[in-house]
């Protein structure tokens, strides 16, 4: 979501960026501070506001909850959302920071954060960014914000989707300009960072694999599990009960076998 306009220039960037647009007004913007001042680089807090709609907080949660079930036995990445990255070591009176509304860093330990600052972080950036768009940040997050990603943080893959529209798009970093993803047959976009796809299901964004299986929520798995669970203990039932039937009709006793 669009926070607050980021005008210094970041660490990763020779040529200084245009303010990014926001309608949201900046806190403590009135506050004179010197030059030479330098905030505490840790610790810092998120600065996010309230996510707009059910829409898109239902969205985020989704694709976060999806991954972490996928790879709950991978410790060596990160997805937040809606999550402060800072990337100026000054951000505090320069507000030079943004709060994707989802994104994944690889390599990373997998821990709860307060916010994600690049200077903690081992200079990491997202490997990849979603972006939610609503009437109110889709211009910013069409323009600026993919100027940002792809200009100074240089994220190799960015992808944003309409909750209620359905608008979907993703791009890929090459040469260090995005190009469009070309989504395959089904439509849905392939992420060579994650070894996944992205797709509409059920007017939602999912993750899916390579071979085109919707991954499951965490419910969806379990019941899924204990299906099988049944599927299988009802076939022992009835190959136990054929097997009992053969030996009687050849004068056996079933119960009267050794254990």
Known sequence: MVRLDATSQSPRQDVPQPPLEDATPPIQADLDLPDDITFPPTNLYSDEPPLETDFHRRQ????????????????????SGNLTVYYNEQQL????????????????????????????????Y??????????????????????????VWRVPEYYWFHPETLEF?????????????????????RSEQLGLELGIHDQQLRWFTTDGTLIPLPEEA???????????????????????SYLRSQGIDPNQLPE
């Open 60 to 79: 985020i949660d989704l694709l976060i909850r999806l991954l972490e079930f996928w790879w709950h036995d991978r410790s060596d990445f990160y997805i």
């Open 93 to 124: 009176k320069k507000r030079d920071f943004r709060g994707p509304d989802v994104f994944v860093v690889l390599g990373a330990e997998k821990r709860d954060r307060r916010s994600w600052a690049i200077w903690e972080e081992g200079g990491k």
């Open 126 to 151: 997202p490997n990849v960014v979603i972006e939610l768009l609503s009437s109110s940040t889709a211009t910013v997050d069409r323009g600026k914000k993919k100027e940002l990603y792809q200009d």
């Open 169 to 189: 798009s993703g791009f890929h970093l090459v040469a260090g300009t995005y190009i469009a993803i070309a989504p395959i047959d089904s439509g849905r976009l």
């Open 222 to 244: 379990e019941r899924e599990r204990a299906e099988q669970e049944r599927q299988r203990a009802e076939q022992e039932r009835q190959a136990k009960e054929r097997l009992e």
